[in-house]
Structure formats: structure tokens, C-alpha cells
């Protein structure tokens, strides 16, 4: 089998694997707003503590994504780092080349997600020097 044939039957399952990913998250989300909306319109006492837990972030609200960063920044650093050291050990130039090639994109968003998690966490955090 040829590499690129190879290269592009992982990049399709791939797609497709988190294709399926986002479209259970959708479903989840959409469970979680009827709950939320059958518990408002029946003025239920449990309502409130379901807009509280999606206020917090436990149930995929807008603080959800943010602890989630570091870990996906971490596995495309990882999956980078993988990539580069697979092109090394092969070791023949084309592949070296390609293999770098590609071992680029994961570590620069991995890096990016990184970054912009350290800087959301530092912005959060109390300035403990200023309060002193």
C-alpha cells in the first residue's frame, strides 16, 4: 500500500471519528436544554440547580472548554513530538521531510492551546501581590 493511500484512509477515519465525537456531544447538549426547558416550564426547584452546574462549567458551559484545553494542547504536543520521532528513526529524507512536515501542525495548535489555557488560568487568578 502505497503512503498516501495510507495517509489518506487515516486522515478519513479520522474525520469520521470526530465527526461522531461532536455529533454525541451535540446530542448531549440537546438532552440537557429540553431537561433544562421541561424543568423551567413546570417551574420545577431543581431548574435552578441545573442553570447553576452549567453556569460552573459540569455540564459543558462556557467554562467546560477551558479545563479541557490543557489536556488536548498536551496530546497534540505529544502526537507532534510522536510524528517528528517516527520521521527520525525512518530517517530517509523524504520521509524525514514529510514526517516534520506534518509532526508541525499538532505541536503549533497543542502549543497555541497551551498558551491560551496558561493565560485564561492567569487572568482568573486572584493577584496575590496586590492584595498584600
Known sequence: MPATEMVVGVAVGLFFLLG???F??????WMLHRT???A??????????????????????PRAGAAADDRTGLVLVALGIALA?????VGEPEWLRYGLGAALFPALVGAALLVRH???RRTAEPD?????
Open 20 to 22: 461522531f465525537i461532536y
Open 24 to 29: 454525541l456531544r451535540l446530542v448531549q447538549a
Open 36 to 38: 433544562l426547558r421541561d
Open 40 to 61: 423551567i416550564s413546570k417551574d420545577s426547584e431543581h431548574s435552578g440547580m441545573l442553570v447553576d452546574r452549567i453556569g460552573r462549567g459540569d455540564l459543558g458551559g
Open 85 to 89: 520521532g517516527f520521521s527520525l528513526i
Open 118 to 120: 496558561y493565560k485564561l
Open 128 to 132: 496575590v501581590a496586590a492584595g498584600a
